[in-house]
């Protein structure tokens, strides 16, 4: 061996490998695990009756629940036109796209993107702009709630009851319904000028003149599209971000936008690993739900027999409102795991969300994930 060649060195063995710090992003699996605890479960499930009841009662007023991105013109001979936007030449399943979303987020996104349809009427948009509102008024006090509880379970830092994560959202709701509120008014703020030229476009000269300006338009409508798109994938993150480090509306949206903005593929990689569990929890919760139904109508066949149990299930799976009261019933209950199922979805989204943001922190700030503000203590 030369006098100036170093010894082989030794075989590194690996003796463990912690999986948190070699993937920070497995913090999304225990995320989805949260979904299933009791707390969250109540808290989403109350969340969504009372939106229910909101958008009944809008509906029992008259105001309509929505508008489709195809709407029927009259004096088309009731022909339909699409909305001109890029992506349906370029894209033509991109928007097909949403329907294969998990239900929470396209539900979300529906909801928070009707109101800026630019075929919606008068009524159309009040009605969902009033949906907007009461979802997000419902939305802050629950979704407060099970990010904190999620946030503090995540980080071990304790074990919050549930009195403890609804007393956190009833105090800390106004910060993540006013950081939705100040970036929905700044959007119809920066709109103001657009609706001028929209007045200069009923006549055909105007139209000719904001033709020619048209490009300088789209690219103020720029800000826009950063605002809406920050407003409707960044809200979540607002309410992390309240959960997470108990700050004001003000600190939510800053922090927001900026792990958007600054971290897009990263946020984008973890909405995917989001969906890919959200399929396997959906799964396992949808067979638990089944299966709870099937064996308990399979115990009731025994007594039942074959006839009188294929009565009692063909009445069951009737739409309709069958006129004995034992069918009603049980027709109840079994919707009200339904109800249940799909309030574990709403559990499921906001259970990812506090993960989703303290993975974008660390990447972004360079915070641990296991930094968390935590509650005063009684009487600081």
Not at 177 to 187: D, E, L, P, Q, R
Request: aromatic share 12%.
């Amino acid at each position: 061996m030369p006098d100036n060649a170093q010894p082989p060195s030794r075989a590194q063995i690996i003796h463990e490998i912690i999986w948190s710090e070699a993937f920070p992003w497995w913090i999304l699996l225990k995320a989805a695990g949260m979904a299933f605890a009791p707390t969250v479960l109540i808290l989403a499930t109350l969340a969504t009756a009372g939106t229910w009841a909101g958008f009944s009662l809008l509906d029992s007023l008259g105001l309509p629940s929505g508008i489709s991105t195809n709407a029927p013109i009259a004096d088309l001979d009731q022909t339909t036109i699409s909305l001109p936007t890029p992506s349906h030449g370029v894209l033509p399943t991109l928007s097909s796209q949403v329907d294969r979303l998990p239900t929470p987020v396209r539900d979300l996104l529906l909801l928070l993107s009707k109101p800026w349809n630019p075929l919606a009427t008068s009524r159309q948009f009040i009605g969902s702009l009033f949906r907007c509102i009461w979802f997000l008024l419902v939305w802050s006090i629950f979704a407060t709630a099970i990010t904190r509880y999620v946030a503090l379970r995540l980080v071990d830092e304790e074990q919050p009851s549930f009195r403890d994560a609804l007393r956190f959202g009833t105090q800390k709701w106004p910060a993540t319904f006013n950081s939705a509120a100040f970036v929905f008014f700044g959007i119809v703020a920066l709109a103001i000028p657009g609706a001028l030229l929209g007045l200069v476009m009923r006549f055909d000269w105007g139209l000719a003149v904001v033709g020619v300006l048209w490009p300088l338009i789209l690219l103020g409508a720029v800000v826009l599209a950063i605002l809406g798109i920050g407003l409707a994938a960044g809200w979540p993150l607002m309410v992390a971000a309240v959960g997470v480090e108990r700050g004001d509306s003000f600190q939510a949206i800053s922090t927001a936008f900026s792990y958007l903005y600054q971290r897009p593929i990263h946020f984008a990689f973890y909405g995917f690993i989001s969906c890919v569990l959200a399929v396997l929890g959906f799964f396992a919760a949808g067979l638990f739900a089944d299966t709870t139904v099937l064996f308990a109508l399979w115990a009731g066949s025994f007594g039942m027999g074959h006839d009188r149990t294929a009565d009692v299930i063909g009445a069951m799976a009737k739409r309709g409102a069958d006129p004995r009261w034992g069918i009603q019933a049980l027709q109840f209950w079994t919707n009200s795991l339904r109800v249940l199922l799909g309030s574990f979805g709403w559990g499921f989204f906001w259970s990812i969300a506090p993960a989703i943001y303290l993975l974008l922190r660390q990447s972004v700030d360079a915070t641990e994930l296991d930094e968390i503000v935590l509650d005063e203590p009684v009487g600081a």
